[in-house]
Nanobody, 119 residues
């Protein structure tokens, strides 16, 4: 069982930046594709960004392209989400997720970290 712990959330003004981190307990994180998702109050959870096991492939939701950057450090078993030019509509709980490279669905989820962007 892979345990994921997010950190780095907080309150920031519109236009500001935050960097989220996701630390994994699994010593072979390099075997997992990683993703970030978010859920705003009253809304369904939505995809934000994903990065393949080797870091060579990255995907982003249209709403965050050009503002957010996902990266990973497999030696540190950590995945990051750099968020720039934050908007009030980015306010949500952000979740880190992992899936084996042979799976199509994310299997492991963190507990989430709150990001609040004030206008």
């Amino acid at each position: 069982q892979v345990q994921l712990v997010e950190s780095g959330g907080g309150l920031v003004q519109a236009g500001g930046s935050l960097r989220l981190s996701c630390a994994a307990s699994e010593r072979t994180l390099s075997s997992y594709d990683m993703g970030w998702f978010r859920q705003a109050p009253g809304k369904e959870r939505e995809f934000v960004a994903a990065i393949a096991w080797g870091g060579g492939s990255r995907n982003y939701a249209d709403s965050v392209k050009g503002r957010f950057t996902i990266s990973r450090d497999n030696f540190k078993n950590t995945v990051y989400l750099q968020m720039n030019s934050l908007k009030p509509e980015d306010t949500a709980i952000y979740y880190c997720a992992a899936k084996s490279i042979t799976r199509t669905q994310y299997e492991h989820w963190g507990q989430g970290t709150q990001v609040t962007v004030s206008s």
